[in-house]
């Protein structure tokens, strides 16, 4: 039933019922400006045909720029087996040529949807730099010995929270965690007292498949440049798939 009514209404013959309201405020004029047309990222501006030191070098730059946030922090989207989406930001704590790494609690939703369909997209964005990349790839979890060195160097009071947490199931208030948080800051007082890492949670590898560098233009025609793994047997044409380094090609693709 579901399916045939989304078949039957196409999005944009749905009433445009926000848009209308008088109730909210009126948000379809924001807009600031990105990059002008002669600050742009072409082929030639690549670092590196290696979409990783490519990463690499746009992470940097990142890093250098005041007012920048949290610049490792990335959106994680994942899909359940049954291909519904959920979408949520979490830190990269890590990258090298085999990928990004992200910790998180082995028993949340997004850690099921992992579990069941092992695929993820992750996506930063550097709003002072109008810069995104977006990844697509495969994920497994890190060795356990990875999980527990990483754990073993975040502060204590992270550490805690992570036992506390179970992550993603509902509570019945905040007092409940409070209360357990507040138990274990007393018997883990003394500093010298080692905290355990509970089994549930641990550290994930994304082996990039795709990774798409974007950079924004005021006029719309922004830049994508988007590094993909060459397929088996395919033949490329040499007009729009350029070989990158390793089994990478790259393209441009239209804004
Ligand atoms: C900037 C930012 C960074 C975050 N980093 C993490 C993280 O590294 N690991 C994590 O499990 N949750 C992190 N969170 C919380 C998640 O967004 C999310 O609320 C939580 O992981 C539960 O997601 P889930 O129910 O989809 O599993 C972060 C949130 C924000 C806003």
Request: hydrophobic content about 35%; glycine content about 4%; overall charge neutral.
């Amino acid at each position: 039933m579901l399916r045939y009514i989304v078949r039957c209404v196409p999005l944009r013959k749905c009433p445009a019922v926000a848009m209308s309201s008088a109730k909210y405020p009126d948000v379809s004029e924001l807009r600031i400006p990105y990059r002008s047309s002669n600050d742009i990222f072409d082929v030639g501006n690549l670092v590196s045909k290696n979409p990783i030191k490519q990463f690499e070098a746009w992470f940097n730059e990142a890093r250098e720029v005041p007012n920048i946030g949290e610049v490792n922090a990335m959106a994680l989207a994942t899909a359940s087996k049954s291909g519904f989406p959920s979408v949520r930001m979490v830190l990269m704590k890590g990258y090298s040529q085999q990928g990004f790494t992200f910790f998180t609690n082995y028993e949340s939703r997004k850690a099921g949807d992992l579990e069941e369909n092992p695929v993820c997209s992750l996506m930063f964005y550097w709003d002072p730099l109008k810069r995104s990349v977006r990844v697509e790839g495969t994920v497994e979890r890190l060795p356990e010995v990875e999980s527990l060195q990483y754990f073993d160097q975040r502060p204590r009071q992270s550490r805690l929270g992570a036992i506390v947490s179970r992550q993603s199931t509902a509570l019945e208030n905040r007092e409940v965690i409070s209360k357990k948080y507040q138990e274990l800051l007393e018997e883990y007082q003394d500093e010298e007292k080692n905290i355990p890492k509970p089994a549930y949670w641990g550290g994930y590898l994304v082996r990039p498949t795709s990774m798409e560098f974007w950079q924004g233009q005021t006029n719309r025609l922004h830049d994508r440049i988007c590094f993909r793994k060459l397929k088996d047997n395919e033949i490329i044409d040499s007009k729009y798939t350029h070989q990158g380094d390793e089994d990478w090609v790259f393209e441009r693709l239209a804004p």
